[in-house]
């Protein structure tokens, strides 16, 4: 037994080696020389720049030209991106799936949209239930749409878990691979389930105001979870496990993969459509557009949502690009920030697009760094604080600076993107 458990070590960390070093060997995009540049303008920036490999640090940043017409013109720039270098994409995940859940809804009977109330059920283990209810509030709703907006506003986990399960794993991950990602993998809950509990999904039920039943989806599996797009995935020095830490790397094989190139793209996507292909877009109408964009820029404080009313929701609440997680923020008047954002096992990432309004100015600008000095993962120990955004916000206001100043031919109408917030 002992001889047995020594040669599967020894394989574990030769599998380990040959995919670390694969990953690293893997081709990269060009760094920008521009993008270069301007990065080492800001001394605020030396202490990642200068280790960039130790934070696995990259780096997308877009700029957007108008013609004459108003049609936006996309020129990217990048840094050290490589979407062979796996990072974990966290709560990045809850833009393709909020699209693909509003895609999905136009596909259900009449007169389904995304604020008819629905139940989730139960079928297999590790699944919990949400039964019919018509509360008073209409924000406190179980539909998509309120699903859709506690995901955006605030990140919430529960909410991604309910629209994975109206999705189902294996339509979620087959419609990724037909918009044209095949390096995108979406295959967990943000829930305790091993990789078979998220190959089952829940039954779904939609409901009138009264609770007749509207339409029925039944529980689904995935007879097989999708492959893993980079292969073994480990990371880490060690992890920890209650109050025990296990001395070898953690394995992130089976978990969710979303390189930065893909959520970029989907970012664009949900704010640009027509920029994109059709058959690499949702099948959304501008009515949904409109939708996302209103909660991917409204903080919690201003969205008038009222499960968010609490004071802990403060006004630059997930923007870190910018402002990071800074109570005290006061938002930068005429600037509105589309976004998304993942904070988990040391990564922190933010998916960004800028319209500002003072300088008439715009831009898309996506980041991830690795902030996990001590090697230990789940370890809570990860510094997000001092490291992690303190970088973003640096970085949000360079750019930020530099595209006020950036000569144009045309400046962007950027009506769309500053349209009246709701009201209480």
């Not at 009138?208 to 995935?222: I, V």
């Not at 991917?296 to 609490?310: I, K, M, R, V």
């Not at 604080?385 to 000569?407: C, K, S």
Request: charged fraction near 15%.
């Amino acid at each position: 037994m002992k001889t047995s458990a020594f040669l599967k070590s020894i394989l574990v960390l030769l599998t380990i080696l040959v995919t670390t070093r694969a990953q690293a060997q893997a081709p990269q995009y060009p760094d920008s020389p521009l993008l270069d540049s301007l990065l080492r303008t800001n001394p605020a920036l030396a202490k990642v720049l200068s280790h960039s490999a130790t934070y696995q640090l990259q780096i997308i940043y877009t700029q957007i030209n108008r013609d004459a017409q108003n049609v936006p013109h996309f020129i990217q720039h990048t840094y050290h991106l490589n979407p062979s270098q796996y990072f974990n994409p966290a709560s990045l995940v809850k833009l393709p799936v909020a699209l693909l859940a509003l895609e999905k809804l136009h596909t259900l009977p009449t007169p389904i949209n995304r604020s008819t109330i629905l139940s989730t059920g139960t079928a297999w283990r590790c699944q919990t239930p949400v039964p019919f209810a018509a509360p008073a509030d209409s924000d406190r709703q179980a539909t998509v749409g309120n699903y859709i907006k506690r995901m955006l506003l605030v990140s919430d986990n529960l909410a991604y878990n309910r629209l994975y399960e109206f999705l189902g794993q294996k339509p979620l991950n087959d419609r990724l691979q037909q918009l044209g990602y095949p390096g995108s993998r979406i295959v967990r809950r943000f829930a305790p389930c091993d990789t078979a509990a998220n190959r089952h999904t829940n039954p779904i039920a939609f409901h009138t105001p009264t609770g007749d039943t509207l339409y029925k989806q039944p529980a689904q599996t995935n007879p097989r979870t999708p492959a893993p797009p980079l292969g073994p995935v480990f990371a880490g020095r060690a992890y920890q496990v209650g109050s025990r830490v296990i001395h070898r790397p953690y394995e992130f094989t089976t978990a969710n993969n979303l390189p930065l190139p893909d959520i970029t793209a989907l970012l664009q996507t949900a704010l640009f459509p027509e920029s994109v292909p059709a058959a690499q877009r949702p099948h959304l109408t501008p009515a949904d557009h409109a939708f996302l964009r209103q909660y991917l820029h409204l903080t919690p404080h201003a969205s008038h949502f009222t499960p968010y009313a609490a004071p802990k929701y403060f006004d630059a609440y997930k923007k870190y690009l910018y402002y990071g997680r800074r109570i005290e923020a006061q938002l930068q008047p005429g600037l509105r920030i589309f976004n998304i954002v993942g904070m988990s096992h040391g990564y922190l990432a933010d998916v960004a697009y800028f319209a500002d309004s003072l300088h008439q100015s715009e831009f898309l600008l996506s980041a991830v760094l690795y902030v996990n000095q001590d090697g230990i993962i789940n370890d809570a120990n990860y510094e997000y604080d001092t490291i992690g955004e303190p970088f973003l916000v640096q970085l949000g206001q360079l750019f930020y600076q530099y595209e006020a100043r950036r000569p144009r031919p045309y400046h962007p109408n950027l009506t769309i993107f500053f349209e009246k917030d709701p009201q209480p």
